[in-house]
């Protein structure tokens, strides 16, 4: 089957990620991430949400072949953007089964994207930090661990890891929302030490669990700073900016002239 070509076919936007993207189609958050992100390319580009819950980034290798192969239908141009939003599980504590070491996570990274590359020239990579974890909202929850298997601390580790990843800035962005959200907390996360027992963790434990479900996951609020950051991106990024696209179809007012008698 020759790839599908033309103005008729809309360009694909692919989210790729664990439990915060899976999640976040949820209409019971209040705001839906995938469905702004589909407003904001609006007849132009299709949202496709490859998130699965639970995974981490070794894991998720399986997901990216099947992605790969599932967009090699369409001509390269039509594959706009990639979303990757991982680390959330990477950072899990050395005790458990998601644990991935920040070595394999970087090197999971760089695999990513250089598939992602030499898979599909023409698109565009966007790399999301994993967010802050709230120890007071996971205590609360119903999560199976209570937060005994995270730290803050820990969590910084893999954010710190995935931002000095460097490449070419007109094919490769990154966004830091771990910082946006501990920002938003009253907090400045590259001078906050992240003592698990100080008062100014749990302070801002309790005001980033505002933006989250269960101290992990995240809520609508938690959601809106995650696509305020990205919409900033790629309003000042040449080539995924919505604005710079074309629709798949004219409006219907040239419609309406082909059939006006």
């Known amino acids: 089957m020759p790839p599908l070509s033309g103005t008729t076919v809309y360009k694909k936007v692919v989210l790729i990620g664990d439990s915060q993207f899976e999640l976040s189609w949820n209409p019971e958050l ?15 580009a299709d949202i496709l949400n490859r998130g699965l819950s639970g995974y981490n980034s070794t894991w998720m290798r399986s997901q ?16 706009l953007l990639f979303i990757l939003w991982l680390g959330t599980n990477d950072s899990c504590l050395e005790f458990t089964e998601h644990h991935v070491p920040i070595p394999e996570f970087e090197e999971n990274v760089r695999t990513y994207v250089g598939e992602i590359k030499r898979n599909f020239a023409n698109a565009r990579i966007l790399l999301v930090s994993p ?9 609360a929850s119903t999560m199976r661990t209570k937060g005994t298997d995270r730290t803050q601390a820990a969590t910084k580790e893999y954010v710190d ?17 771990f910082g946006q959200l501990v920002g938003a907390a009253g907090y400045d996360s590259s001078t906050t030490v992240f003592d698990e027992n100080s008062p100014v963790t749990e302070d801002a434990a309790l005001k980033i669990a505002n933006f989250t479900v269960d101290g992990l996951h995240l809520n609508g609020c938690g959601y809106r700073v995650l696509f305020d950051l990205v919409k900033c991106t790629l309003d000042n990024w040449d080539s995924v900016r ?20």
């Open 161 to 177: 890891a995935l931002l000095k990843y460097t490449d070419d800035e007109n094919v490769v962005r990154k966004i830091d929302l």
């Open 131 to 139: 967010a802050p974890i709230s120890k007071t909202g996971l205590a």
């Open 64 to 79: 990216l072949d099947r992605i790969i192969l599932e967009l090699k239908h369409y001509d390269e141009e039509k594959v």
């Open 242 to 261: 919505a604005s710079d696209l074309e629709g798949v179809e004219p409006s219907w007012s040239e419609k309406a002239k082909k059939y006006r008698k």
């Open 30 to 44: 209040e705001f839906c991430f995938p469905a702004a992100l589909a407003n904001y390319y609006g007849r132009r």
